[in-house]
């Protein structure tokens, strides 16, 4: 089955500066790739995805970048804010159509 | 759209109980799916079905867990006998087969079994 990696496991960032995340996968076959944002008791959100056909996807401050040939993919936020601060989880979908998520993110905007 | 609806939100039992989460996906997503988030393991998917069919189980921990899909609009989500390490908050999404693959959360049942 799909392996999803996930780093940093932490991340602690000065309002205004960027935030990259980083995942790697391990199935060939998969062909999609979202990224989830969940806030404190919260439920997991989809913020942004991206396919095997695109190398790169920008939602105003977010975007994903995607690396087939290393199987690597990862999400950029740019000018953070503090209601950026949550866990961020990575997923990757196969022909079976199962997400396997990363472990997650824990992001923090420092004001 | 109501999006995906689960109940109860908030769900305290006793070890030996029988406990039932339920599930309602959006109108018209055919493929269903029930995680279990804990801080240990992270988000785990348990079972999913496609057109209420289950497809893949073997997120399942034991016999204790069991999952149905009566029809299209409806999924439970079973712990008979429940344990203290069943305590976890137990999620449901839906999606459409064959795409787009985007998959939508429940709000969640928080379940704590003493």
Same mark, same amino acid.
């Given at each position: 089955g799909e392996n999803v990696e996930q780093h940093p496991s932490t991340l602690s960032v000065q309002e205004g500066d960027s935030a990259v995340i980083k995942c790697t996968y391990s199935d060939?076959?998969?062909n999609y790739f979202p990224w989830y944002k969940q806030e404190l008791g919260k439920r997991p959100q989809l913020i942004i995805d991206i396919r095997s056909n695109v190398g790169e996807k920008k939602d105003q401050r977010i975007a994903v970048t995607l690396n087939k040939t290393a199987k690597h993919f990862s999400l950029h936020i740019t000018?953070?804010?503090?209601?950026?601060s949550a866990v961020y989880f990575c997923a990757a979908i196969s022909n079976d159509y199962k997400l396997s998520f990363g472990a997650g993110t824990t992001v923090t905007v420092r004001a | 759209d109501a999006g995906v609806i689960q109940s109860p939100r908030h769900e305290v039992t006793e070890m030996g109980q029988e406990v039932t989460l339920r599930c309602k996906p959006i109108s018209g997503h055919n493929s269903l799916f029930w995680y279990r988030q804990t801080m240990m393991r992270g988000l785990e998917l348990l079972i999913y079905f496609n057109n209420n069919v289950?497809?893949?189980?073997?997120?399942? %921990?034991?016999?204790r867990f069991s999952a149905k899909m009566p029809n299209a609009s409806f999924s439970t989500l079973k712990i008979q %006998?429940?344990?203290?390490?069943?305590?976890a908050v137990y999620f449901c999404a839906s999606s459409s087969l064959g795409g787009p693959y985007e998959q939508y959360f429940g709000p969640g049942t928080r379940l704590t079994v003493t």
């Open positions: 060939s076959a998969s000018e953070t804010q503090p209601e950026d | 289950p497809i893949d189980d073997s997120g399942m %921990p034991e016999d %006998p429940s344990e203290p390490r069943d305590s």
